[in-house]
């Protein structure tokens, strides 16, 4: 089915793991982020893509890396998982175009023992 | 810098009351989008409207009415008539027009609770 499916849906590490998040969409879709979801923080972004190489980073960045070799992926990851990076992570595509809506994968969420 | 400000945490109503939740921005862009999304229980963000900065004609949506006005910076969304179903977390968000969204910024959202 087209769309944007993030695997795993639930996950549970261990601090200083290293764990990796997928994003995978059939759209095409040019722009790719990655947002996380904390209770009175609602959604901040991570890092994003505006195509397949090139990645930036967003408002909180810092313990995460990106990649980006294809269109249609975006992996998230965590080098060394920390108890606050326990949170539900988000993926996002959207189209060019500035008023082109995101479209939301599922959710995963981590949590950091 | 941008903001946004959903100063209402959690509401709760009666299924049928009338609910508006409140959105206030803040940007120093002339241009922008504002956004509404969903997030019922399952966990998923909906897209629901977005409205850009050069119109302030408000827009209804079958029970979904949204009134933004530049002048206070405010963005508010209404739903009429409210059902169980309405129950959901409501994130408000601005981008930019120039820089996209990459730019998108969200409220902390307001959790919407709708009592039978």
């Known amino acids: 089915d087209a769309g944007i499916t993030q695997s795993p849906r639930y996950k549970i590490t261990e601090t200083g793991r290293q764990v990796t998040l997928m994003c995978h969409q059939t759209w095409s879709h040019s722009y790719m982020f990655w947002y996380r979801q904390d209770l009175g923080h609602g959604l901040r972004l991570i890092y994003y893509s505006a195509a397949a190489d090139i990645t930036d980073k967003g408002e909180v960045p810092d313990g995460y890396v990106v990649s980006r070799s294809k269109t249609e992926n975006f992996p998230l990851t965590l080098e060394s998982a920390t108890r606050s990076q326990t949170s539900v992570y988000f993926c996002?595509?959207?189209?060019?175009?500035?008023?082109?809506?995101?479209?939301f994968g599922n959710g995963t969420r981590l949590t950091v023992t | 810098a941008q903001k946004v400000t959903q100063a209402q945490t959690e509401i709760s109503v009666v299924e049928k009351e009338d609910v508006t939740l409140d959105c206030v921005y803040e940007t120093r862009d002339t241009t922008y989008y504002l956004f509404w999304y969903k997030q019922p229980p399952s966990g998923e963000l909906v897209f629901l409207i977005r409205r850009n900065s050069f119109d302030e004609q408000n827009e209804i949506s079958g029970r979904y009415s949204w009134n933004f006005q530049k002048s206070t910076s405010s963005f508010n969304f209404t739903i009429t008539a409210s059902q169980v179903v309405d129950s959901a977390v409501y994130f408000c968000?601005?981008?930019?027009?120039?820089?996209?969204?990459?730019?998108?910024?969200f409220g902390q959202g307001t959790r919407l609770t709708i009592n039978p």
């Open positions: 996002a595509s959207r189209n060019r175009g500035p008023n082109s809506p995101l479209h």
């Open positions: 968000a601005l981008s930019p027009i120039i820089q996209g969204a990459q730019k998108l910024v």
